[in-house]
């Protein structure tokens, strides 16, 4: 059984930061990409960053880059995104998903497995 525990969320003024982390289990982690999306109300979900199974490819949505930086530790099971400079639309809900495989996808039908998400609110 595959899990994955996202944590970090919370509410934080803009410029500010916050890092979230996602725990795995259930899975070999280091044999597979790991993404991040957010949702916000109304919106479809969409991709924000990815990473390839050894931390050394990663892959950001246009609207994030410079901002937000993603990790991971495969001795942890843990993938992180530290994100810098949060601004209002920034707000959704955050998802950590795990890829079908070793490759790096930025559409949500790449990923089988899903987190409950973590809500980040930016106010302005």
């Known amino acids: 059984q595959v899990q994955l525990v996202e944590s970090g969320g919370g509410l934080v003024q803009a410029g500010g930061s916050l890092r979230l982390s996602c725990a795995a289990s259930?899975?070999?982690?280091?044999?597979?990409?790991m993404g991040w999306f957010r949702q916000a109300p109304g919106k479809e979900r969409e991709f924000v960053a990815a990473i390839n199974w050894s931390g050394g490819r990663l892959y950001y949505q246009d609207s994030v880059k410079g901002r937000f930086t993603i990790s991971r530790n495969n001795v942890k099971n843990t993938v992180y995104l530290q994100m810098n400079s949060l601004k209002p639309e920034d707000t959704a809900v955050y998802y950590c998903?795990?890829?079908?495989?070793?490759?790096?996808?930025?559409?949500?039908?790449?990923?089988?497995?899903w987190g409950q998400g973590t809500q980040v609110t930016v106010s302005s």
């Open positions: 259930g899975r070999t982690f280091s044999s597979y990409s």
């Open positions: 998903a795990t890829a079908l495989g070793v490759v790096i996808q930025t559409t949500p039908d790449g990923y089988d497995y």
